[in-house]
């Protein structure tokens, strides 16, 4: 059996290395030209943990994990108003939960490609699928490029992110499933020595209304930063008269002296999207099938978005690996759905509900944050109201 996944993101390559495990020919088409090195820490917790150990990959990517101790917010001069021990977080999310920089995630994730036989998973990049149709034999992209590619297979998987392609051309436009949520989202990662030292080991947030600042320290004096502002233009964000970097400047002026700095060395084109969920009725007709962002975005707010898309994508490759001839395609595409759909749901409700919380839009919501994280540490708390306070705030 021969499977096309399109985008080598964390979902794309775990599908791509489970066929690969069960057998299948996997031809694996991602459009950057090399791994993508841009990126954010991500908590992973939740079903992804789970998933990853049992396909082999959670020490992979425990070895590639940061250290972080606490999650602190800080007013404008440094000083923290609230924090949230790690252990803590970790302990109320299910008992494991690492930190991890997306870029070292999807490494680790790719060096797991190793485990698959020699030849059995293609990884392509600088090839970007701009066409999927099919025929009575199965599914077929081209791939742009310098010649021209046409390749087809029995499966294609679409891993191709919140801004998928192969959904547009096989389901509908992205405006019928894309559902912002009301913010952009910026990251960028810059070389910092003091900030470094500063941040060491702590997740620093600013206790900011409608905008926060997110810090985390990296290995070789860096600074990984993401910044979330609210904005009301939709899923395109009107960035006709400013580069996102001028934005930025504009959005964040005022936080103190940190994010000042941060600003200062923001790169021309950091990273920045419109911060949204993808709602879908189905994720699967024909021989193709979406995964990760692509079908079920959560988007930040949940703060699982990498865990699931492990999750889901370990998930198909249970399902579909052992399927033998095109025959059964149709009703393991349908058995996935039917049972990853109810998960990401409630992920997504999850996300919704955590938008004032992870964004005040006034002092009083603010205090209510502050008091919410001080009422985790108290002993009285119970373990599931923490643990959801957890999942909702402690991103
Ligand atoms: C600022 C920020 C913070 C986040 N924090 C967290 C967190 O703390 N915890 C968490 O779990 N999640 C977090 N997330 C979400 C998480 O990053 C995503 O949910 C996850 O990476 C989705 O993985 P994916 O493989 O589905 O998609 P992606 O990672 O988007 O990968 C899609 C791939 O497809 C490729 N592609 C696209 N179009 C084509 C095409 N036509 N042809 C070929 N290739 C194509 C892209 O280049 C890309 O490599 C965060 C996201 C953001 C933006």
């Known amino acids: 059996m021969k499977a096309l996944v399109v985008g080598a993101g964390i979902a794309g390559l775990v599908v791509a290395r489970q066929l690969g495990l069960a057998g299948w020919e996997v031809e694996l088409l991602e459009k950057s030209a090399a791994p993508r090195p841009d990126g954010y820490m991500m908590d992973f917790f939740g079903p992804g943990v789970e998933a990853a150990e049992r396909i082999g990959l959670y020490s992979r990517l425990a070895a590639v994990a940061y250290h972080v101790e606490a999650a602190e917010y800080v007013d404008g001069r440094g000083r923290p108003t609230s924090s949230l021990d790690y252990d803590q977080f970790a302990r109320l999310a299910g008992g494991k939960a690492l930190s991890l920089l997306r870029p070292d995630m999807e490494q680790a994730t790719r060096a ?3 485990d698959v036989d020699p030849g059995r998973v293609r990884v392509r990049y600088g090839a970007p699928v701009s066409r999927v149709w099919s025929d009575d034999e199965g599914v077929l992209v081209a791939v742009d490029g310098s010649p021209n590619l046409t390749l087809a297979a029995d499966v294609l998987v679409g891993a191709d992110g919140i801004h ?5 051309e096989v389901f509908d436009r992205e405006e019928e499933y894309l559902r912002p949520m009301g913010m952009r989202a910026a990251a960028f990662i810059v070389t910092e020595p003091l900030l470094n030292a500063r941040f060491r080991n702590r997740f620093v947030l600013t206790d900011s209304i409608d905008r926060v600042v997110g810090l985390y320290s990296l290995r070789s004096d860096k600074v990984a930063a993401f910044m979330v502002y609210r904005d009301a233009s939709g899923a395109t964000g009107d960035l006709r008269f400013e580069s996102p970097r001028e934005r930025l400047r504009r959005e964040f002026a005022g936080l103190g002296q940190a994010v000042d700095r941060l600003l200062e ?23 193709t099938v979406l995964v990760g962002d692509a079908c079920g975005a959560v988007s930040l707010l949940a703060g699982q978005g990498g865990s699931l898309a492990i999750a889901g994508a370990a998930l198909l490759g249970d399902i579909l690996g052992p399927v033998a001839s095109p025959d059964g395609i149709s009703s393991a595409l349908t058995e996935f759905e039917r049972r990853w759909a109810p998960v990401v749901e409630v992920a997504q409700a999850a996300g919704r509900r955590s938008a004032s919380s992870f964004l005040p839009a006034n002092r009083v919501q603010r205090l209510l944050r502050r008091w919410i994280i001080r009422a985790t540490r108290l002993p009285g708390v119970d373990r599931l109201v923490a643990r959801q306070i957890v999942a909702r705030i402690a991103k």
């Open 112 to 114: 797991a490609l190793d």
């Open 164 to 168: 998928s392609g192969v959904r547009a």
């Open 265 to 287: 060395l923001c790169p021309e084109h950091p990273y920045d999207d419109v911060v949204a969920q993808i709602i879908m009725p189905g994720w699967q007709k024909g021989r």
